[in-house]
């Protein structure tokens, strides 16, 4: 869908008169402060930015681009990785960083309830002083938002023993497609009828906008143990990942780097880890103390049986956060090795990880393409960094064959395309390897029950533009969005 230029003027006066001139942006320099999000290659200038305060002002924008018919795209802090928040060149990007209130912190329910601004960290910070915390926490949980989180469905570190944002979200109100404040959900557990609330979670902003989420609060454990082991070789590490596993423990994480994730870290952030390690895994368990203390011993008898060379024991919560610090800051610090580079997400079964890990090395030598891994060893989620110099001919090309062939070898092993990340605007076109015509059109159908105009974050997730309305089934010819050259057929 497009607008004319005099649309686009209308459409910010009504903005302004809706939600005040002072939170409209229309100025294109101050527009390209918000061209892409955390995946740079992408890069659109949106016609408008709107910065609602409250849930009103945010149905007020949706309806505003309703009347319009233009376009609406949500974003939160912009951290995401799969082009989720790219704007559209003729539409709105409703951004929502100054909805930042932390409602309610009820410990007695176990709850709290924020607005979708509000940053993943600073909910356990407020959480902690009553013994609780929200327990996903992904590498970019200083900075990246609540609302950004239900979007992508975001994991972290610690979601082999605690899960998804989904397993800790009980409800939300949300903004539908066509401007109505609607709530899904809410503190009880679970809720009778359809699973709208499941449905909505990781739906990448396709289904209308979060303004307010009822998130799972979680006791802080008894006890927190960590370790750190260093192996030759990536195949060791994965060998004692799949021995801690079927040993019956469950460790809250188990995350895996190799050298030249290593490598990358120690440049960025000097955390120490041993020399010459093929790779490292980092180990946490927590809960009641008697039990981590025995599981403890089993993992490091475990990594040891492994042919671990060297094994080193947080002593405090600084040297447990030293440990940390090169994982959480591993996809910035490969921007010391690397002038350009692709963080790639996909999912394998853990035991596929020795395989599938050779073969991304032999992808990396036949292409002359380096790739870093680091990743949740423990549920087999992973994120291969696909490092290139753009300034070199043919490399950036070459990156993205590596890039692709690496979810193609993820599709095969039985694994998905996405772990966490999202399909956004990047991986839209690898969904066909995972589904079927059948199952895309299955899908779009959900999609169109929620916004029957296509207006919410339209070009995201499906690989060619379905619309309402039209028959599901194999397409034949050429589709209208193709022939107008709003869209490519992959």
Request: hydrophobic share 45%; net charge negative.
């Amino acid at each position: 869908m497009s607008t004319t230029t005099t649309d686009i003027e209308a459409l910010a006066a009504a903005l302004r008169a809706a939600i005040g001139a002072e939170r409209v942006i229309s100025d294109r320099q101050q527009l390209r402060t918000y061209e892409c999000d955390g995946l740079a290659q992408y890069k659109v200038v949106p016609a408008l930015v709107a910065l609602p305060d409250d849930a009103a002002q945010c149905a007020a924008v949706v309806r505003a681009c309703v009347a319009a018919g233009a376009p609406f795209v949500a974003r939160g802090s912009g951290t995401g990785l799969s082009g989720g928040a790219l704007p559209h060149a003729d539409g709105v990007l409703v951004v929502t960083s100054r909805m930042r209130e932390i409602v309610e912190v009820a410990p007695d329910d176990e709850r709290a309830v924020v607005q979708p601004g509000v940053i993943n960290l600073a909910v356990s910070r407020a959480a902690d002083p009553h013994g609780y915390y929200y327990a996903p926490d992904p590498s970019s949980q200083q900075i990246c938002s609540i609302g950004g989180n239900v979007a992508e469905n975001s994991g972290g570190a610690h979601c082999l023993k605690y899960g998804f944002t989904t397993h800790h979200v009980t409800g939300l109100e949300v903004i539908t497609p066509d401007g109505e404040r609607v709530r899904l959900g809410g503190r009880a557990p679970d809720a009778p009828g359809y699973d709208l609330l499941g449905a909505f979670i990781g739906s990448e902003g396709t289904l209308g906008i979060a303004t307010e989420v009822t998130v799972r609060l979680t006791r802080l454990p008894e006890s927190v143990r960590t370790l750190l082991a260093a192996f030759d070789t990536v195949d060791q590490a994965g060998a004692a990942t799949s021995a801690i596993i079927a040993a019956g423990v469950v460790p809250a994480a188990v995350e895996m780097m190799d050298a030249l994730a290593i490598s990358a870290a120690e440049a960025a952030v000097h955390c120490g880890y041993p020399a010459g390690a093929g790779a490292v895994l980092i180990v946490e368990l927590d809960g009641p103390a008697p039990e981590v203390d025995a599981q403890f011993a089993q993992v490091e008898a475990l990594c040891r049986d492994n042919r671990a060379f060297e094994i080193r024991i947080a002593a405090d919560d600084a040297e447990r956060a030293l440990f940390w610090k090169g994982r959480k800051s591993a996809f910035a610090a490969v921007g010391r090795i690397s002038p350009d580079y692709i963080v790639q997400d996909g999912v394998i079964p853990r035991t596929a990880l020795p395989e599938v890990l050779r073969r991304i090395g032999d992808l990396s030598a036949e292409r002359g393409i380096r790739v870093a891994n680091v990743f949740h060893a423990g549920d087999g989620n992973l994120h291969p960094l696909v490092l290139f110099d753009a300034a070199a001919e043919g490399q950036a090309e070459r990156a993205e064959e590596v890039s692709g062939a690496i979810l193609d070898l993820c599709v095969r092993h039985g694994g998905s395309i996405t772990g966490e990340h999202g399909v956004g605007f990047d991986k839209a076109k690898y969904l066909p390897r995972m589904f079927t015509d059948d199952d895309l059109d299955t899908m779009h159908l959900l999609r169109c029950a929620f916004d029957p105009a296509g207006l919410a974050n339209p070009g995201k997730v499906f690989p060619t533009p379905r619309l309402c309305g039209e028959i599901p089934g194999r397409r034949k010819g050429v589709h209208p969005a193709q022939q107008t050259g709003l869209a490519e057929v992959f």
